[in-house]
């Protein structure tokens, strides 16, 4: 799988409304939980930065073919997404050269292999590349007034190369559910 640097993705105006709604919905439970923002830039409104991340995620997802966590529940780190076996962060910023910013948590483990940035411009998301999370936590740490931030500027950023051996391959296949496992319990 390749995703090339600079690819375009349009949501629907069904999309936008679900962005919207779940992003919504994310801030309410996250202030609701007393969830600390982890956000490392200019604030234009909780309910903005919300929606523009769920955007984001969304849009990411559309791209890789994969399904977003849709679920509003409170989130603190981790992954956004799964792409064929790589878990991905996907970052978000409104500034066409802006940086991807990751909160500085030296020696925490988050599992995530992928970091992800979509500049956002509703209702396109252009795709700025990835960058490994081992490459990640060695660029240079910031502070843009809310709090240290590792920043890695859009020329580090990478095409998102998916490719995988034949015993990952083997793997993955082995591991998928397939369809006649999945019990549905209706009442």
Same mark, same amino acid.
């Given at each position: 799988m390749t995703l090339?640097?600079?690819? %375009? %993705?349009t949501l629907s105006d069904e999309e936008v409304r679900i962005a919207a709604w779940i992003g919504r919905c994310r801030n309410a439970v996250a202030k609701a939980n007393g969830l600390r923002? *982890?956000?490392r830039?200019?604030?234009?409104?909780?309910?903005?930065v919300h929606i523009d991340g769920f955007g984001a995620e969304l849009a990411f997802c559309k791209l890789c073919n994969?399904?977003?966590?849709?679920?509003? *529940?409170?989130?603190?780190?981790?992954?956004?997404?799964?792409v064929v076996g790589s878990y991905v962060d996907v970052k978000s910023t409104r500034h066409a050269s802006g940086n991807l910013l990751v909160v500085a948590r030296p020696g925490k483990e988050t599992g995530i292999?992928?970091?992800?940035?979509? %500049?956002?411009?509703?209702p396109q998301f252009r795709f700025a590349g990835v960058i490994p999370a081992a490459d990640m %936590?060695?660029?240079?740490?910031?502070d843009l007034g809310y709090g240290p931030a590792y920043a890695a500027p859009?020329?580090?950023?990478?095409?998102f190369r998916l490719t995988l051996t034949p015993e990952q391959t083997d793997a993955y296949v082995r591991n998928a559910v397939k369809a006649e496992e999945i019990r549905w319990d209706i009442r």
């Open positions: 090339d640097r600079g690819a %375009i %993705i923002d *982890q956000h830039g200019p604030r234009s409104g909780d309910d903005v994969v399904y977003p966590d849709l679920s509003p *529940q409170p989130k603190s780190g981790g992954a956004d997404c799964l292999q992928l970091y992800a940035l979509m %500049i956002v411009d509703w %936590i060695k660029q240079p740490v910031v859009q020329t580090k950023l990478a095409d």
